[in-house]
């Protein structure tokens, strides 16, 4: 049984779905999900789920997988993405793992193994009893003064994840980001293809991102936003930091016009994207793929997975 696995990865609105659409019908290939949004129902116009008509031509798994209320953590997709390409290659089909969400791409590129220890009743009964007298942004404060890294990862909402990098430093005296930089050690057992999907002139990302809200409007945004809402969307420690829905709160509450609302929610999505770029720069032996600068960005990221594929 071949190890091959394609990731493709890049910003948001870089094209990765359709460059990963055309080479899953060229290569018999299962699309993998690396997005941390669309692993919830009902979160489908703000996360770019891929559409009915998509599902129904190219299978896709990791997606709408857990309800909005559900937390879900790095090492839990990890470990389900892994039996999930295991199972696409044992059916002697390519798995294309696609995405934007730099932990999850991290997780299954690096083969990161994720801190497993059982740790003392008393320090976890401790820091949650905390949690709740001090509140999530104190106890993310606490955690940024022994951890900043893995504290710029989290919102004060996520108090489960808080919690566990905490408890971590106080049962072992070494941080949840030293665990995790140790944990790079281990070969993965799949031969990864990583391209990511770039663009050399940054305005022509931001244009497209720009653009894609707008759709996004047209295409029944704001009513999905406020059935989310209904639903608890904003009570989820996970679910809510997703960009695309907080934003319209201000305008749902009335304390905001929709057009302050929706250029609020241009620019984090924005933010988002230098972010993601940030990321995948650290992928220096990935193949990257300028859309700006390619006549036909699909056909290159095809060639280069045809490539791959012939080659010992």
């Not at 071949?2 to 019908?25: D, E, F, Q, R, Y």
């Not at 993998?32 to 692993?39: G, L, N």
């Not at 969307?233 to 016009?257: F, P």
């Amino acid at each position: 049984m071949s190890n091959k696995a394609v990731i493709i990865t890049g910003p948001t609105a870089s094209g990765k779905s359709s460059a990963a659409l055309c080479a899953a019908k060229k290569h018999n290939g299962v699309i993998i999900s690396a997005d941390s949004m669309q692993i919830y129902r009902s979160m489908d116009i703000g996360s770019a789920k891929p559409t009915a008509e998509e599902t129904a031509c190219v299978e896709h798994r990791m997606i709408d997988i857990l309800d909005i209320g559900e937390q879900y953590s790095v090492a839990d997709y990890k470990q389900r993405a892994e039996r999930e390409i295991a199972s696409v290659l044992s059916s002697g089909r390519l798995p294309i793992i696609c995405g934007g969400t730099g932990l999850y791409i991290d997780a299954l590129y690096y083969n990161n193994e994720y801190c497993q220890f059982d740790c003392p009743p008393e320090i976890r009964e401790s820091l949650t009893a905390e949690l709740r007298c001090i509140g999530g942004e104190a106890m993310l404060k606490r955690l940024a003064a022994v951890d900043p890294e893995s504290a710029a990862k989290l919102h004060p909402k996520d108090h489960k994840r808080i919690v566990r990098a905490l408890e971590v430093y106080y049962a072992t005296g070494s941080t949840l980001t030293e665990f995790n930089a140790q944990s790079r050690n281990k070969q993965s057992e799949y031969d990864f293809l990583n391209i990511v999907l770039c663009f050399r002139d940054r305005e022509k990302l931001y244009e497209r991102i720009n653009s894609r809200v707008d759709k996004m409007v047209a295409d029944g945004l704001i009513e999905e936003t406020k059935r989310l809402i209904s639903q608890g969307l904003l009570e989820s420690a996970t679910a809510s930091q997703a960009i695309g829905y907080k934003e319209l709160c201000g305008y749902l509450s009335g304390n905001e016009t929709l057009e302050e609302a929706l250029e609020l929610l241009k620019r984090r999505t924005r933010n988002y994207a230098k972010r993601q770029i940030t990321w995948f720069n650290r992928y220096t032996d990935a193949v990257r793929i300028y859309k700006d600068e390619c006549e036909d960005v699909d056909d290159a990221v095809e060639r280069e997975i045809t490539h791959f594929l012939n080659k010992g």
